[in-house]
């Protein structure tokens, strides 16, 4: 894992996710991008891969040190090949320089494998590791978080980082050994042209920095435009039905549309900027390499060098130039690989709000289920510190089906919520089995408990996959039985390839009925001692509830169960029937006695029933 310093943040205000209206970078990262100290952080990293670093390095410094002798074997070609009598020594110079280009090549080939595999498996590890660590965090931090820019984190930067550790990396050691090599040779072979040669260096490189800058700052605009356009495409792909229901096509299309000639503007105002680099850095090169020969061939006439050695010279001035030139253009790749860097590691900085305990309690064994709240207050953050939940006090006994019914906002789906602690009361005891849970590890409560959400969710897998969700290892027979028990099992094997038919991304091709149905036999499943049931049979039709009803209370025996419902038909069994608003408990009871005493929950029956009784008598006969 990244090394980090300083002090760690739980909160969402942090430069991973600043950014300014236009997309474009805020000071922090434009500072960060600058300075290449964030790499340090991959050191780590690096360190696992101790023997083919030391092979890429090894094959770097060979590739370099064939290339350098190629001048000296063109000087000595030059001063005693052409010159000897023997056409053979021509000869054994040409299969000399063929040997050498065949160790150049191999060790390119090397180095290349090489560092491409270590920036490969340096970024597949840094994934791993930053996709682990956000499975972690707490629902706190998704609930401000933008999805979009946590998976651009986990791509995009990543792929960044892998340029600093790959290719980029490769060609900036490749070229900066080339260049202190070039230059040390080119003042052995001749000090005097040396001289002019370096004092032009800053004439050349100062430029390609200035235009380098401006070609990376015309390339992020960009990349940011094109950026906006593909959030805006995966945004209107996600919902095609419900764009094509508002017939908002052509809308789409001329948006995206003038959000992809935006970002070709952009990139032709970059490709521009790096065409003019491009020919003022040929230009600059061509005309040192003009004024060495020049210079050099009044020495040549005036007897101070040798032809082969102004050949040496001028070779040996191309590497360094040539070099140099590569260094400033990979500078800005390197450097955005470290904005990259830094971002990542404050992604990994952020702590999950709910922490296990240092010497966690074990809960008891065999689970009982019991459930009991205890003066519990509880406000989400963000919402203005205002509670959602105000002194519950709420106890449940081992097997008891209790019902929680109430408005919308009421608080409700909070206390499964707290239960299952993805969040941690701000005041008061959540207790299960009568262990506190701020005591007990976090997973080891969560397998005790088994959920069915209101909004089912449904992964990109197949239908087996989806039912043994919370127990992978769980058998063929077991998917079954679970699926047979939800009844779920008549459409499963109705599909193409039965239980094994992916169902596509969110449960795509189902309907809602059988996307619940999966739900459910994925709780079955998991055969949890706590059921959590908010409201599971919510998307299906009278038939299939009536069925699933009687499945539901199949599992729910012995079984310690808490159900969250708005159609309070589904709840007239419960052994008890809270009812809460505004974060309160304000009855309690059977639904008899509390339709008897005339509160809000007799309010609500007397709406729900009597609206069922008028759809009825309104209905046609049939």
């Known amino acids: 894992m990244f090394q980090v310093e300083g002090s760690k943040r739980n909160h969402l205000e942090i430069r991973v996710l600043a950014r300014n209206r236009s997309g474009a970078p805020t000071g922090g990262e434009a500072a960060e991008r600058r300075s290449l100290r964030p790499l340090r952080q991959l050191l780590p990293y690096l360190a696992r891969y101790k023997a083919m670093v030391a092979g890429a390095l090894l094959a770097l410094l060979a590739a370099a040190c064939v290339t350098l002798v190629l001048p000296i074997a063109v000087r000595r070609m030059i001063d005693s090949g052409f010159g000897a009598d023997d056409p053979a020594l021509i000869n054994n110079y040409f299969l000399m320089l063929i040997g050498v280009a065949a160790a150049l090549a191999l060790a390119s080939a090397t180095r290349y494998y090489l560092v491409m595999w270590i ?143 935006t970002a070709f503007t952009a990139a032709r105002t970059a490709t521009a900027a790096r065409a003019v680099l491009t020919g003022f850095a040929i230009f600059i090169i061509a005309s040192s390499v003009v004024a060495v020969l020049w210079i050099g061939a009044a020495d040549v006439f005036a007897g101070r060098m040798t032809g082969g050695e102004l050949g040496q010279f001028l070779l040996y001035s191309i590497l360094a130039a040539g070099a140099l030139g590569e260094l400033s253009q990979v500078w800005g790749e390197i450097s955005q690989a470290a904005g990259a860097a830094e971002r990542l590691s404050e992604i990994l900085r952020i702590e999950p709000e709910i922490q296990p305990p240092r010497d966690p309690i074990l809960l ?164 949890a001692p706590v059921l959590l049931l908010d409201e599971a049979t919510s998307a299906l039709d009278a038939e299939s509830e009536t069925l699933v009803q009687m499945a539901l209370e199949r599992l729910m025996a012995g079984r310690t169960t808490l159900v969250i419902a708005h159609r309070l038909a589904t709840v007239l069994k419960a052994d008890r029937i809270v009812v809460m608003n505004e974060g309160r408990i304000v009855e309690s009871g059977r639904h008899d006695d509390l339709v008897a005493a005339g509160g809000l929950y007799a309010k609500l029956a007397r709406l729900q029933f009597q609206a069922g009784a008028e759809a009825l008598a309104g209905a046609p006969a049939k």
Do not use: C, W
């Open 119 to 261: 920036g490969e498996r340096i970024v597949s590890d840094v994934r791993t590791d930053v996709f682990a660590h956000l499975t972690r965090l707490s629902p706190a931090f998704f609930d401000t978080a933008k999805s979009g820019e946590i998976l651009s984190r986990l791509t995009a930067d990543t792929t960044q980082i892998k340029s600093a550790f790959g290719a980029s990396a490769s060609i900036a050691m490749r070229n900066l050994v080339m260049f202190v090599g070039a230059v040390t040779l080119m003042i052995v072979t001749s000090p005097r042209l040396s001289v002019i040669v370096l004092a032009a260096i800053p004439i050349i490189v100062l430029p390609l920095i200035g235009f380098g800058r401006a070609v990376r700052r015309r390339s992020r605009t960009a990349q940011d435009t094109l950026a906006a356009a593909s959030a805006f495409a995966a945004e209107m792909l996600g919902a095609v039905r419900t764009l094509q229901a508002f017939t908002s096509e052509r809308f789409a299309a001329r948006r995206f549309g003038q959000s992809v000639e």
């Open 364 to 527: 008891p064994e065999p689970p009982r289920g019991a459930i009991a709240f205890e003066g519990v207050s509880f406000a989400y953050r963000g919402s203005g510190a205002m509670p959602v939940l105000h002194d519950i006090d709420l106890a449940v006994a081992p097997g008891e089906t209790v019902a929680v019914v109430g408005p919308s906002g009421a608080g409700k789906s909070t206390l499964f919520h707290l239960l299952m602690r993805f969040y941690d009361p701000t005041k008061g005891t959540v207790r299960l089995d009568e262990i506190d849970l701020r005591a007990a590890e976090p997973e080891d409560v969560r397998r005790r408990i088994a959920l069915v959400p209101q909004d089912t969710m449904i992964f990109g897998a197949s239908a087996a996959e989806n039912i043994a969700y919370g127990r992978p290892e769980a058998s063929p027979a077991e998917i079954r039985k679970a699926a047979e028990a939800a009844l779920a099992g008549d459409f499963i094997t109705a599909m193409p390839n039965g239980y094994d038919t992916a169902i596509g991304e969110r449960g795509i091709t189902l309907s809602g009925g059988q996307r619940q149905r999966i739900a459910i036999a994925r709780a079955i499943l998991k055969d």
